[in-house]
């Protein structure tokens, strides 16, 4: 990341990155990630679904 906000920062959250981290990379709070980029952020709920059914057992 660059650290601009031109860029939608989907790919570092399906790759698993830290909301905190991507935020402080692009000077944002996570509330903002959240509200801003949530439309850009697609994929990932089978993987999603399967780590919460690991967790619920």
């Known amino acids: ?3 601009s906000d031109s ?3 989907g ?3 399906v790759a698993g990155v830290p909301p905190t ?3 402080r990379r ?3 709070g996570v509330a903002v990630l959240l509200r801003v ?3 850009c ?3 990932g709920d089978d993987t999603m679904n399967d ?3 690991d967790a619920l057992g």
């Open 11 to 13: 790919g570092d959250r």
């Open 1 to 3: 990341m660059t650290g």
């Open 26 to 28: 692009l000077g944002h």
């Open 51 to 53: 780590k919460i059914g």
């Open 7 to 9: 860029v939608p920062p």
């Open 37 to 39: 980029y949530a439309n």
């Open 21 to 23: 981290e991507v935020t």
């Open 41 to 43: 952020i697609d994929g």
